[in-house]
């Protein structure tokens, strides 16, 4: 890649470069109408610069904020950087949020333009216009049932890209102007955080942050312009941008989109990805349905399957990290190979993935050595939306369960004397929107920023461990070290627990919420002819309750291992009636757990677990998809768990 | 109250501002008898071009006897059935089918062991020309038909959004999906009235939300006539333009959802009424 970094300073400026140098390589390409439609690079400065015009022919300034409401699609990706073209600034939205979380981030950007995907899309955005002031166009993909709407301030996307074409004699030097001006110090894209705590906040990055984080990445792992990824998680989220923007506008490679959600794992074994990024429950959520189809398999296909599986366990990991191994490992690995694992890969879409990441949760180990062992290049990286993604990564030959990896390049850390992790990195972001407090309290004058994570580098490898958040490391009544992730990340290593949520600070003992996965649990009934009617009589079934204990005693276990954690033995626990949800506010969008909210969501029950009860009645209140409100109520079993004695652990073993 | 039948050529325009045609079909004095058993009895009614037309009433109202007449499959003893300004003579279902009109079923009656795609391609039979020889060899102009016969199809799964299903044996589908499937197979008929035999039937508050919301996106998107018979008065009352309601046989009621929800006879037939 010999190129001048001189002039690549923007989003636009590499797009014009692509389709100069690959105008006729594959850039996106979208399943519609059951087939690949495909967009080559010049296509796509085509239709970016159609769009454009049509922007400037509406009246958009430079500075405005144009939010972004939609699934992956070509039209959202183009928008962006057509957005970026007339000097202002893209703002994609979580598409699933309801109105008013969506009301929130539109009046706190004051988008004055809307570009979203479909009827839906427009209702929610109809419903909170009233609070919108500087709210001024929506511009919808999808026409579908909006013929009949008022189209005052409302256009169709292909409407605008038209009247942008026909007024390209008039509004061309305009645009171009207006590119010209873009530079490395230019905002480009302004992403919400999913705000574990409190509002969401506005990270201003720059098109230094997301240009250099690209270029460094991209040579970490040695990403082509032939590449293809698939871009299924949310547009709002700074992974996407960096993946399905920074880095293939960088390289060129192409960014393919899913038909629907639903399509999703069909889509992926067409296109097979070469570099992949998923998080850790995407891989549970697959595993799992493996797993669960090789219970239901033939006698012969489990024994080659079990059989196979051995072998790679035994070599699989160091035959992807190049490590010697012998003849006759080598000899059965590629039997297996042939047998089971090609297959396998196969199936699951990934037989062609090079590099593939996964990030935002921990990771179990037993999960992660299973899709290193078949040959899958699966590796961690940290990051987050303030660092524009990349904080730590795994080298190739360097990847452990246990470690997300050595610091990114041109990424400094530091850890403070109470754990907390800081770096300092050109991808660190400008500013959070209209907010310098919490920019203050973030970042330093000397550009150092803090992750909230607790973590150590490993002296051995250099490599970066991570406990938990720093903020949730607490204290237990008797002064010892209380980090629930770490309980709860274990617990969620069995495919049987799906989420749990570990209570303990400043409390003699620790105590669990725990949600069974509906799946695994759901087939084991099955097998086991268990009847259930829903998920809240299974979650209290005794059998279930049983598993779930002896699960809970081996982490215990486990956990008195560790010295400065063994304070945080769960010694009771309850499953919940209720799984938790983003709609009722007890996760993020991006599923991760509000520790806090649940807390006291469900206090009467955590009451219950200090209190000594043998069981609780309990009455929720749920919100559906649609917005409404119902209760359910059920009366919770609470279980003691046997720990292991912290003093005389060696002993009691 | 029957204003809107009297001036029945020259269409109306709703509530919400839509533009409702001329009348398209016409029931003129229908009677239909098996045997001994009045099921139809002297009922006229007409359908407008564009409108969304429902026909109530309680179980054994005759119903779906109505809209086996309307599709031609029985054929009335009285009475004649005017369609696009022509009475229309005794017909094979074929031959309606292949005059613009597409039905589904209040029991599912699609191909279980076909795919979702293989479904909905069977309701573009009426619209296939090549021979069987050259589909046989799949060869000119029969491949070319295929191609555009898909693509509708594919326009089909897209508008209903069923595309993860798309190569799914229909067998294996939940209930609610295999009904979504049916309506598709209709579509593909491009139709110019279609008729829905209880397109809710046995499913739960969601599904119905989503039915309700495809019926009223094909009769906006594709300006597709529509007859319904429907048992929840609720998803009636609120998609449909115009309602007929049918008891014991007979019409007791026709008009807007307002005027017959004030009816007497009709609250009467739903709520019972007390003999004191």
Redesign the interface.
Known sequence: MAQSDAVLDSIPALLARNAATFGDKAAYRE?????WQRWNWSDVAGEVEALALGLLNLGIHEGDFVAIIGRNRPYFYWTMVAVQSVGAIPVPLYQDANAEEMAYVLGHCGARFIVVEDQEQVDKVIEVQDQLHQFEHMIYVDP??L??YDHRRLHQFSHIQEQGRAAREEFLPELQARTERLNMDSTCVMLYTSGTTGKPKGVVLSNRNVIVTSKNSCEFDHLQPGEEVLAYLPMAWVGDFIFSIGQAYWTGFCVNCP??A??MM?DLREIGPTYYFAPPRFFEGQLTSVMIRMEDAGRFKKWLFRKYMDVARKVGPAILDGKEVSFGDRLSYMLGNLFVYGPLKNTLGLSRVRVGYTAGEAIGPELFEFYRSIGINLKQLYGQTEATVFITQQPDGEVRADTVGVPSPDVEIKIEDNGEIYYRSPGVFEEYYQNPESTADTKDAEGWVATGDAGFIEKSSGHLRIIDRAKDVGKMADGSMFAPKFVENKLKFYPDILESVVFGADREYCVAFINIDLTAVGNWAERNNVAYASYQELAGHPEVYNTIQAHIEEVNKSVAQDEMLSGCQVHRFLILHKELDADDGEMTRTRKVRRKIVGEKFNDLLDALYGGKSEIYTETEVTYEDGRKGSISATLEIRDVSVVPVNTKVAAE | MNTMTENSTVGYVTDDGRQIGGTIMEMKNITLRFGGVVAIENISFDIHEGEIRAIIGPNGAGKSSMLNVISGFYHPQEGEVWFNGQKRPSMKPFEVAALGIARTFQNIALFKGMSTLDNIMTGRLTKMKAGMLSQAIWWGKAAREEEEHRQKVEEIIDFLEIQAIRKTPVGRLPYGLQKRVELGRALAAEPKLLLLDEPMAGMNVEEKEDMSRFILDVNDEFGTTIALIEHDMGVVMDISDRVVVMDYGKKIGDGTPAEVLANKEVIDAYLGVSHD
């Not at chain 1, 399943?31 to 087939?35: A, D, L, P, Q, V």
């Open positions: 399943k519609e109408y059951g087939i579908r049932g013929r009949k038909e629907s639903d399509t069909t």
